[in-house]
Every structure is written in C-alpha cells, then in structure tokens.
C-alpha cells in the first residue's frame, strides 16, 4: 500500500491548464506556490494560507537549472517527491505540478525577464545571474496556469521585493502575497539547505538569526547610522569560527535602497556559508529618524 496521500500529481503543461482551468470555470479561485521541493514548514505555511484563501492550491516543485550558476548546488539539490506530495495535501494543497526541465524549457530560452538594478544588489552581487533565472521561471509559471494569488515567503526577502515589481512593472493579473518565515525553535529560518549542515555546524547556524537580533537591538536602543548596525551584525557573524560571512546589511524595506540616516521601515539582511550550505535570513524593525 502506497504511504503516499493521494493529491493529483501533474507533470505536462497542457494537463495543468485543463485542471486549473476546470476550476476556474466554475468560478473557483486558484493560488500559486513555487518551490524547489523538499519541503519543510515553512512551505507548509504558505500552502495552508493559500488553502484559506482559494479554491484550489497549486503547489509547483522545479529545481530551476536556469537561477543556479556553474558551480553552485543544481545537481545535489535534495529532492523526495513522495514527501513533497504528502506534505502539500497536509497543508491543503489539491495537485502538485512537478515538470521535467524538457517540459519547462523545451528549448533552450533566449528570452528573459530581468528585474534590473533589484537583481544586481545584495544576493545579487554574489549571485549575478541567480534572479533573473528566478523571474523568468516565476514569469513561465504565472502563464502556464493563470493563478489569482501567488504565495512567496519573506526568508527569500529580495525575492519577493523583485517578483512584487516584476508583477507591477507588467501589469500580470495576480496578487503577489508574502508570508513571514517558519523558523526552528533556536531561531534558524527553515530552508532545504539546512540538510547540508553537519551535526557540528548546526549550532553555529543560528549565527545568522543572532547577528539579525543584535542588528535590530542596535536600531531599537538608537543607532541610526547604517555602517554602525552592520558593523554589529558583522562583529556577531565574525565570532562564529564556522561562519564566513557574505555581507551584512540594512536597507529600506520597500525599496532595497541603503538609507545614509536609517528612518522608517527597514529590513536586516545577512548571509553566510557554513560548510557546504550557504545561508541567508532577514528581519524586520522599524524606527523614527531621532
Ligand atoms: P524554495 O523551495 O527554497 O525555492 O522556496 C519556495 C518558497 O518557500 C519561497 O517563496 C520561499 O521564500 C519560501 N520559504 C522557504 N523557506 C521558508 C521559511 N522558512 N518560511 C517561510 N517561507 C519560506
């Protein structure tokens, strides 16, 4: 007997619009959930919000060659199917759409979307072709089923500031929701990545959550000065032996712009390697300019 819980699997384009198509003829709303796979909780919460909010949840499962460059984790990405499908139907998804790259890009694409300036800063200094691959695999899927809402997560923040402009610099027809991140009780953000830490690494992981925890206590307790509370996440970051830092980093929460005063809404950003995983998390505060 199949452990598997029954949740339609497509993997063909053309299945998919007849199925998200059936649905909206009736006037039922569809959501939109993009993701590599291997699932974990925090997926599982941007599944059960679409769930709340639509008719049918689609969950999309496509390790995207195009956002990852030579030499970075395509090939050994993890990947488990079946988990993928139990977990998606728990969380109140109705079919899982996981296409071959044959499917996606039946031929190589000479066409893409590049959401520029937000693709070059920040994730994309040290991963310069990383969004663009990202916005054009979002764009495909956008039209290969139409969905009303699409639901991405704010552990992959500049993520979702590009895929929001890209939405409103081409007028698509769907509402682009962002969840908060899922993190673990120690406070790592959950991530598929996380498997690639060793027993040992683990613990110095959350160096990245405590490097944003001093950065917003610097804010709260009265720093308005960029460098100052960057030099800070910096210092918790530089204290973890197993850590090597990418950048640390504070921005405007809209528009990613670094602020010479640091005043209204703003987000910390941090992202490190440890080991063979390469990690990045951010939080939220806000502050009135003194
Ligand atoms: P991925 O499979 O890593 O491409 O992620 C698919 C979606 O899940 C993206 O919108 C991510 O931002 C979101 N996501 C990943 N990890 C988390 C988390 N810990 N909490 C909330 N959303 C997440």
Partial sequence: MSTVKEIPLVE????????????RRRGGTVGLVP?????HEGHGSLVARSAAENDLTVVSIFVNPLQFAEGEDHGTYPRDLDRDREMSAGAGAGLVFAPCTEEMYPQAPITSVAVKGLNAVLEGRYRPTHFDGVTTVVAKLFSLLGPGRAYFGEKDYQQLAIIRRMASDLSLPVEVVGCPTVREPDGLAMSSRNVYLSADERPAATVLWRSLQAGRDAVVEGSRNPDEVEAVMAAVLAAEPKAS???????????????????????????ARIG???????????CDRI
């Fill in 35 to 39: 993701t590599m796979g291997y699932l």
């Fill in 276 to 286: 063979r995983a390469r990690l990045i998390d951010n939080m939220g505060v806000s």
């Fill in 12 to 23: 063909q384009a053309s299945e998919l619009w007849t199925a998200v198509n059936a649905v």
């Fill in 245 to 271: 830092p990418d950048y640390t980093a504070v921005v405007d929460a809209a528009t990613l712009d670094r602020p010479d005063v640091l005043d209204g809404e703003l987000r910390l950003l941090v992202a």
